[in-house]
């Protein structure tokens, strides 16, 4: 059973950091392609930072580039999110997803790829003074 699981997230004042994982069993992430996506209230989902490393590429959305930085250990089979300074309209909960077609670009996975094979559950950011 293909099954990831987001951690780390938290309420962090503004300007601070947080490292979300996404942490994978029943698949070798390496063989993924990899996406953090993002669920504001109210809001439709956005694709933060995805990644296809049999593409090498990586992308991030323009709301998070040169904050937010996607990274992968293998051998804990677990990805991450750095970000670092947040903004309160960084608040949302953030998912990680994973799918063995390493076809697309990032771009392509952010913001048009919706088959994803796994999800996370989500993981709540909040940023706040």
């Known amino acids: 059973q293909l099954q990831l699981v987001e951690s780390g997230g938290g309420l962090v004042q503004p300007g601070g950091s947080l490292r979300l994982s996404c942490a994978a069993s029943g698949f070798t992430l390496d063989y993924y392609a990899i996406g953090w996506f993002r669920q504001a209230p109210g809001k439709e989902r956005e694709g933060v930072a995805c990644?296809?490393?049999?593409?090498?590429?990586?992308y991030y959305a323009d709301s998070v580039k040169g904050r937010f930085t996607i990274s992968r250990d293998n051998a804990k089979n677990t990805v991450y999110l750095q970000m670092n300074s947040l903004k309160p309209e960084d608040t949302a909960v953030y998912y990680c997803a994973a799918d063995p077609r390493q076809y697309y670009s990032g771009s392509y996975y952010c913001h048009r790829f919706t088959d994803f094979a796994s999800w996370g559950q989500g993981t709540q950011v909040t940023v706040s003074s």
């Open positions: 990644f296809s490393s049999s593409v090498g590429s990586t």
